[in-house]
Structures are given as C-alpha cells and as structure tokens.
T-cell receptor, first 105, second 116 residues
Framework: DAKTTQPNSMESNEEEPVHLPCNHSTISGTDYIHWYRQLPSQGPEYVIHGLTSNVNNRMASLAIAEDRKSSTLILHRATLRDAAVYYCIRGDMRFGAGTRLTVKP | DAGVIQSPRHEVTEMGQEVTLRCKPISGHNSLFWYRQTMMRGLELLIYFNNNVPIDDSGMPEDRFSAKMPNASFSTLKIQPSEPRDSAVYFC??????????????FGNGTRLTVT
C-alpha cells in the first residue's frame, strides 16, 4: 500500500513544461515527499524531494501544496530523454505504480 | 563514487535451486533497501536495514526469502528454494540517513532473476 496516487500516464510535447501530480492525503507531518524516475531497463533514479517548501534543482522543481496533501513535479522543458515512469513516494520508501510520461517530438 | 553495486546482473536458475543476490552499498551510507520489480506487482519494498540491523522485513514474501547484512559494505538476499514466480528484477538501494528518510535512495542497476 503505497498511499500515493498518481495518474497512470501522461503525454507531453518536447520543449514544453510538464506538471506531474501526486496525491498523498494521509501523509504525516514529518514525511518527506520524494520523486524518482525510472528509464527503460534501468533502476530508479532520484529526482527531487522536499518537506514543506517548494524545491528546485537542476533536474526539476517540486511544488508542495500548503496542506501537504498533494505535490507536483515540474519539468520545465521536456526532452525525449525525460520519457520514463515517474514515482512519487512518501517517507516510507514504498513505491506505487507511478506515471508513465511519454514525450512526443 | 562507484554507486551501489549489485551482482550478478543476470541469473538464470532452475526451480528448487538456491539463489544469492549481492549488494555493495555506497560507502558511508547507513541504510540499505531491497526491492523487487515485476510487471504485475510493480516495485515492492522487501526489507530495509539501518546500521546493518533489519528494521522492517514485512515485505519479504515468505520464509524462502532471507536477507543479511553482515557488515556496512555488503548485503545478500537469498531465495531457497527458488520458484518460477520469483522471477523478477531485484534492486538494492542505499541511503545516507537512517530513520529520517530525508535522504534520497541511490539504486543499483538490479539483478534480473529468471527461474525456470
């Protein structure tokens, strides 16, 4: 029971921003929100994580709702190499089904 | 930084045989996680260790599975006897921190196990 909910799939056009949503309504006050992605035939790769404030790094941005019951991973300009399954997980490190992102040229 | 190292990359064995998967975490990391990934069940957390001590093994499927971490630089996941339904990709991951879960997981490249 991963306790996070994500859409099964999303599509984006190359060079456009992508907003990947995640619901984690039962998150506790001390649970961090982590995002990982998994490219074909590879292990999951860390993308970003945060607790309350929005976070930015070289890969993406993470927007966390004020009530912390949801978050959004933002890829500012999608590339073909961003096509992957994106996982949002809470601090218990249990993965759900994730969102399969397709990027169209 | 060599990353998390798993061996072997591929393992093919016959039903009933013992299988041992190995993992070397990143040096200095205190937590180690074993996951299993299948098409049907996705990525499942099997067990995690903190400072070499098993903390939560509730994800271990049954008694045929066992995991050990004899020291900070080595862990094994053993299946005895193996069954075809154990066929999956097994990932090991390590993390710098223990219970806080504030630190990201670093995954190895996985071991693809096929049991015939």
């Amino acid at each position: 029971d991963a306790k996070t909910t994500q859409p099964n799939s999303m599509e984006s056009n190359e060079e456009e921003p992508v907003h990947l949503p995640c619901n984690h309504s039962t998150i506790s006050g001390t649970d961090y929100i982590h995002w990982y992605r998994q490219l074909p035939s590879q292990g999951p790769e860390y993308v970003i994580h945060g607790l309350t404030s929005n976070v930015n790094n070289r890969m993406a941005s993470l927007a966390i709702a004020e009530d912390r019951k949801s978050s959004t991973l933002i890829l500012h300009r999608a590339t073909l190499r961003d096509a992957a399954v994106y996982y949002c997980i809470r601090g218990d490190m249990r993965f759900g089904a994730g969102t399969r992102l397709t990027v169209k040229p | 930084d060599a990353g998390v190292i798993q061996s072997p990359r591929h393992e093919v064995t016959e039903m009933g045989q013992e299988v041992t998967l190995r993992c070397k975490p990143i040096s200095g990391h205190n937590s180690l996680f074993w996951y299993r990934q299948t098409m049907m069940r996705g990525l499942e957390l099997l067990i995690y260790f903190n400072n070499n001590v098993p903390i939560d093994d509730s994800g271990m499927p049954e008694d045929r599975f066992s995991a050990k971490m004899p020291n900070a630089s080595f862990s094994t996941l053993k299946i005895q006897p193996s069954e075809p339904r154990d066929s999956a990709v097994y990932f090991c991951a390590s993390s710098p921190s223990g219970f806080s879960y504030n630190s990201p997981l670093h995954f190895g490249n996985g071991t693809r196990l096929t049991v015939t």
